[in-house]
């Protein structure tokens, strides 16, 4: 209807029909420029905060960059190694200071460290609870098992339009596995002090690592409710519930009933669907053809959650006066390169973390944690150690060596020492409106 310049046509159908092509260009270029400074930040000893900012750097990248280029991705992936290789020496220095200054009861605000797993539910749950509590608004608590940040950026965008979102962070403690990162969450206790205070079930942990880890969860909680002056001896004062979903029947169930929950104070659940595919891709073919790298097992993920009994859970929630507060318990790294370990047949099992008598390891590829008692972990000998593995390693046997190194190559793990593993968002949500 007016006279248009050639040129202004030619650059609107270009922004149109190349519009994805130009992004992609732009965030490249982006990258590039930022590349340098990065790395200079990589070598100048960064504090945990810092930590925690570049790991958000390099995962926004990791996003923006989906489908650029191949030798930006390379580069990214090059950089994001050195990365997960200078955060595990900044762990192995800091961790042991970070859990005595814990055990001394130092609060985070009062040094350089962190929050960590079992201050997560005194640091944002509990006081939600309590203002709630004034307000009549209940606390929905949500532990996504395995959940790693650039997953949780996934799920956000679709709910970002119903909630107001509040993100902080915590570090999980090592080994980042459940029966002591994750029950060091419920319990609010570091992992010494939970075989020390329950050691009925600590029995358990020890006989079997791969069976009803979690089964004592609910006791956990209540035992720091309790301790915390929440609840009363005759069943007064919070009154919380405590949920697992397993299955997708479990979740199918969860979604149908979600506001009979509002009718407690704080209701806790976990979510274990992220773990289960997790480990599920490590065992099926067909799983690792439909997500052979970290952006496609992304993108599975967040095709879940947008199609899940979780989402509408969620879309339920925000329906309702109600403070819901989320997290995970550890995150999971894709593991690519072995490392031998020895040990003898009580070892535990775990590719990325392992306790037993004497362990040896390849300390470049490893933290060798020779006095449990420093990293806040229980001892049941003297001559008892714990490693963990850094970066991406996995633990091999020397026996059957091969067998095992190409059976568990390029499969996620969890219990080491990595940024995917350790740095974990904690989101707080209100309903918008």
Known sequence: IKPVNPKQILLTCKRLLEGSKIREQKASQDYMQAFGRLSSQLG??????????????????????????????????????????????????????????????KKPVETDRPVLSHEVMPTWVL???????????????????????????????LLFPLFEVQKDWHVGLLPTATPYSRNAIFSGLLPMDIAGRFPQYWRTVERDEDASLNMNEPDYLKDLLKRKHLTTADGGGVRMRYEKLVSGHDGASFAESVTDYLQHDLAAVVVNFVDILAHSRSDSSVLKEIAPDVP??????????????????????????????????HGAIR????????????????????????????????????DPETYGLPRTSMTENYIFAKEDYYFVYPTNYNRYLNQYKDTFQHGGVSLEEMLLPVITLRPRG
Request: aromatic share 12%; hydrophobic share 40%.
């Open 44 to 105: 100048s000893g960064l504090d945990i905060r810092e930590w925690i900012d570049v790991y958000q750097e390099l995962i926004r990248y990791d996003l923006e960059l989906e489908g650029a280029d191949e030798g930006v991705r390379q580069i990214l992936g090059d950089q994001y190694r050195e990365a997960n290789a200078q955060f595990g020496r900044f762990v192995e220095q800091e961790y042991a200071g970070w859990i005595a200054d814990a055990r001394e009861g």
């Open 127 to 157: 006081p939600e609870l309590k203002a709630g509590s004034e307000e009549g608004r209940p606390v929905v608590f949500f532990l996504i098992d395995c959940m790693r940040y650039d997953q949780w950026l996934t799920f956000e965008r």
């Open 296 to 329: 496609a097992y992304r993108a599975l993920t967040a095709t879940w959650f947008e199609h899940s009994w979780l989402y509408q859970a969620f879309q339920e929630l925000a329906r309702h006066d109600v403070t819901i507060v989320i997290t995970t318990d």
């Open 335 to 370: 593991s690519l390169h072995a490392t031998k370990v020895i040990g003898d047949r009580d070892t535990s099992t775990s590719l990325r973390y392992k306790h037993g008598r004497n362990l040896k390891v390849d300390t470049t590829d490893a933290i060798l944690v020779k």
